[in-house]
């Protein structure tokens, strides 16, 4: 079974600080992404890697990084957290493979709240 | 960018009635998926509908695709409570990227 696995469920930290997201799969996964998720807004990319040191901006790039160090690991950086970057962060990840038809398969996600 | 958008943004049912969700997109795409994301969870993959067909089943799910009015719908069949989750549509319309829509809610009371 494809496992993603995110570094922490539930995260609240202070406005100002430097926040980072871990996120692992185990399937050697090409592509790997981040989303916030919102209510009512559903899924909104953040950023998209397809490869080691590859990235690619989303939807909602701003006041966010990335990095892609090794091919199992994707963190999403918040550089100065703010309040308005409380949200349910979910990370993704798929294979290149022309069977996989981009199927993703998610991790559980991590709450984050700023105060 | 939103691409799909699904109708209703929640649906509530008795247990045992069927369940019908819609989704509206508007480029062409590669291919249709389904998934479900149970309360404060990861979204987990239901069923996957290429461009080139129409219909297709999966135990008591059934999903529908008309690429001429760009829509797909997914029926659940004699719900159950453990169904009650929210639902996705995402298309795959080039690249390595999907493009989620808004969701529909799906109660289902026992």
């Known amino acids: 079974d494809v496992k993603v696995t995110q570094s922490s469920r539930y995260l609240v930290k202070r406005t100002g600080e430097k926040v980072f997201l871990e996120c692992v799969q185990d399937m050697d996964h090409e592509n790997m992404f981040w989303y916030r998720q919102d209510p009512g807004l559903g899924l909104r990319l953040i950023y998209f890697?397809?490869?080691?040191?590859?990235?690619e901006k989303g939807d909602i790039p701003e006041g966010y990084s990335v990095s892609r160090e090794k091919k199992e690991r994707f963190s999403l950086i918040l550089e100065s957290a703010s309040t308005n970057q409380t949200s349910m962060y979910l990370c993704a990840s798929s294979s290149t493979r022309w069977y996989s038809y981009n199927e993703q398969f998610f991790g559980p996600g991590t709450r984050l709240t700023v105060l | 960018s939103q691409q799909g958008e699904e109708d209703p943004q929640a649906l509530s049912i008795q247990e045992g009635e069927n369940a019908t969700m819609n989704c509206s997109y508007k480029?062409?795409?590669?291919?249709l998926q389904w998934y479900r994301q149970n309360s404060g969870r990861g979204l987990v993959h239901l069923i996957l509908i290429r461009s080139n067909e129409r219909e297709k089943h999966s135990g008591r799910l059934r999903v529908t695709l008309d690429t001429s009015k760009k829509s797909s719908s997914l029926l659940i069949t004699a719900s159950r409570a453990a169904d009650t989750a929210s639902y996705f549509c995402?298309?795959?319309?080039?690249?390595?990227?999907?493009?989620f829509g808004a969701g529909t809610i799906l109660r289902v009371k026992s």
């Open positions: 995402a298309t795959d319309v080039w690249g390595n990227k999907l493009v």
């Open positions: 480029t062409s795409i590669n291919n």
């Open positions: 890697s397809y490869d080691v040191k590859m990235k």
